[in-house]
């Protein structure tokens, strides 16, 4: 079993949890500002950390946003910056292959848990994710 990188103790896990942020959009915009700018401060030193980071924050905002009122679009452009700016962080990463493949099993089961959809463009991004040509072009038969 791999162990998962632990040089940072991040902030959002507790601001980023199911049910969280209310029905108000203003504070979880605010906070995925936050932890944008926290993932891109950290990836300066240990992009390991950071891209591991970025799969738990994609992993924790849906589930995290579901109650939000979503009606002004702010929230949906919010979350789609946030799965935009760290994927390269993902992808400039060099990491063990396993590790890269646990990431997108991970990202894999938060895009279909994923109610609102707000990740749902990760999908879009995943030949980047993947990286490396030797990676298999749709993983354990799991996902394209």
């Known amino acids: 079993m791999m162990t998962r990188p632990t040089a940072h103790r991040w902030t ?5 949890r199911r049910g969280a942020s209310g029905r108000k959009s203003a504070l979880p915009i605010q906070r ?14 240990e992009l390991v950390v950071a ?15 579901e109650r939000v009122d ?8 919010a979350v789609n910056r946030a799965v935009d700016a760290p994927v390269p962080v993902i992808a400039g990463v060099d990491a063990p292959a396993v590790m890269r493949e646990r990431w997108l ?22 030949g980047e994710l993947r990286v490396t040509p030797a990676m ?9």
Request: aromatic share 8%; proline share 10%; net charge negative.
């Open 12 to 16: 959002f896990p507790d601001r980023f």
């Open 32 to 45: 995925l500002k936050e932890v944008i700018a926290e993932i891109q401060q950290v990836a300066r030193k």
């Open 51 to 65: 891209a591991d980071g970025v799969v738990s924050l994609l992993e924790k905002l849906s589930p995290a946003l």
């Open 70 to 77: 979503s009606s002004s679009g702010a929230p949906g452009t």
């Open 105 to 126: 099993e991970r990202l894999f089961d938060a895009m279909q848990n994923d109610q609102m959809p707000y990740i749902e463009r990760l999908g879009e991004r995943w």
């Open 136 to 144: 298999p072009p749709h993983g354990p038969n799991r996902y394209g």
